[in-house]
Each structure stands twice: as C-alpha cells, then as structure tokens.
C-alpha cells in the first residue's frame, strides 16, 4: 500500500501470516481469519464469525480499541467501485437498525472490493 493512498485513509489488503502473527490472541476456538485491510495504523479483520475493527489510539498507538461486530447485528452493507477519476472504493455497514452506516471505509485499488462484498455476503446473508 503506497504512502499517499494511506494518509488519504484507503485500506490495503494484509497477508493472513501478519494478522494471525499479531492477532491470534483475540480469536476464541474455532475462529479463523478470512481477509484483514490496514488503514495507516488501524486495521479491520474479517473472521469466519465477526467483524474486527483495531483502533490505534493516541500519539504513540500504544493505546488500542477492539471492536467486534457480529455478522448477525449486520443488516445491510454496500461497496462503490472505483471510478475514472475516483480511485478509491468504498465499503458501507450499518448494524441493527441505524439510518447511518456504522462502518465506513474505503480501500485503495490493489484491494478487490468484490472480495469483501464476497466475504460480508457469506457469513450476512
């Protein structure tokens, strides 16, 4: 993921060895991981069961929030593919019943946004 497209706040994708280096401690038995993306220091991981989200906080990012989404709170979600003159794409969750997206993110184009509508659909829908 290049420099640029990461202060802009797109996500690149994360090879599983890394995430399952750094976050094999936050998954119960049976949990795997399926994709994690990485937006400057915050990351979101998709699992075989949840959502998540890992919130760098504060100067140093010592400091860290992790979020879990179940895929069962999720009741819709979209992705925007790039464009010509956008390049970036974007991902849409809303969980429960919020008129707002909960989640917003937005990848930068060596991501394949069909790859997580692919994932979201399996364990949503």
Request: glycine share 6%.
């Amino acid at each position: 993921m290049g420099l640029f497209s990461a202060l802009l706040g797109n996500a690149g994708a994360v090879s599983q060895d890394e995430l399952q280096k750094q976050y094999s401690q936050l998954l119960c038995d049976g949990e795997e991981i399926e994709l994690g993306f990485k937006i400057i220091r915050d990351m979101f991981i998709f699992t075989n069961k949840r959502l998540i989200l890992v919130d760098k906080q504060g100067i140093t990012g010592s400091k860290t929030e992790y979020k879990s989404v179940s895929y069962k709170s999720i009741t819709r979600f979209s992705i925007e593919t790039t464009g010509t003159f956008d390049l970036d794409a974007e991902l849409k969750i809303w969980v429960s019943s919020e008129i707002e997206p909960s989640i917003s993110k937005q990848f930068n184009k060596s991501v394949n946004v069909y790859d997580v509508q692919k994932v979201l659909a399996h364990h949503v829908l």
